[in-house]
């Protein structure tokens, strides 16, 4: 439970962390000048507005408000989304490409996982119109009926 608390606090702080990384990182590892301007007008917007729609969206699932900690498909994808961002600036250039790819892969792939876990502990709503037997003076005849299915169940 320790670590998805930590998980669960550290994600504000990735949309932060995240960005500055890549540019510190690009200082430090960086081999071409002009893959400044990928980091500070692509990359960096990028992992920001990502990080920061994912953690809303983890936050948001009833699960994570009531214990204020991530379930443990949460820690595994954000962990891997994380190293692969941190080791885009890192790697070689040669394994630049292919790491770069993985990463926007398992952003995707997190951004799925996330919604799926939403809407799976959200429920499913179900709509049906049903008739009324019964014809009183304020009647409009419809009634909508609103049904919440459990997935587990």
Known sequence: ??????????????????????????GVFGENGFAILWIVFIAMPSVFLGQGLLTLITRSRPSVARTRAVSWWDVLG?????????AVVVVDARWFAA???????????LFW????????????????TMQRDDDGP???????????????R
């Open 1 to 26: 439970m320790a670590l998805r608390r930590v998980f669960y606090r550290w994600l504000w702080l990735a949309v932060l962390v995240l960005p500055v990384w890549l540019l510190i990182g690009w």
């Open 78 to 86: 954000f962990g891997v989304w994380h190293i692969l961002t941190v």
């Open 99 to 109: 790491t770069l790819s993985a990463a926007i892969v398992a952003g995707f792939a």
């Open 138 to 152: 304020d009647d409009d005849g419809d009634v909508l009926i609103v049904t919440e299915s459990d997935p587990d």
């Open 113 to 128: 996982l996330q919604f799926w876990q939403l809407r799976r502990e959200a429920g499913v709503m179900r709509f049906r």
